[in-house]
């Protein structure tokens, strides 16, 4: 069974940064699209970043140069290195998998998510 655990949410001031990070059980991160969304109340879901089973990168454009995505493999772990937090980037964040989820947009397994909550 694939298990996804978000940790390292919080409260952050504007320009002040977190990291979150998704340890996974059950699947192989270097072997599967990893990617994190965020939905912030009244919002729909949207994609923030994501890293391909090769190691791509992507990012969205308000996350670029803010926002860092990684893995560990040996940790068997993905995270997102948040620099430069704004107000706007308040939201529930949730890890997916699949293993071609950055190609279909569709991913079969969740964490819970980790709230992240900037305050100005």
């Known amino acids: 069974q694939v298990q996804l655990e978000e940790s390292g949410g919080g409260l952050a001031q504007a320009g002040g940064s977190l990291r979150l990070s998704c340890a996974a059980s059950g699947r192989t991160v270097s072997d599967y699209d990893m990617a994190w969304f965020r939905q912030a109340p009244g919002k729909e879901r949207e994609f923030v970043a994501g890293i391909a089973w090769n190691g791509g990168r992507y990012h969205i454009a308000s996350a670029k140069g803010r926002f860092t995505i990684s893995r560990d493999n040996a940790k068997n772990t993905v995270y997102l290195q948040m620099n430069n937090l704004k107000p706007e980037d308040t939201a529930v964040y949730y890890c997916?998998?699949?293993?071609?989820?950055?190609?279909?947009?569709?991913?079969?397994?969740w964490g819970q998510g980790t709230q992240v909550t900037v305050s100005s």
């Open positions: 997916a998998t699949d293993r071609y989820g950055l190609m279909t947009g569709k991913y079969d397994y």
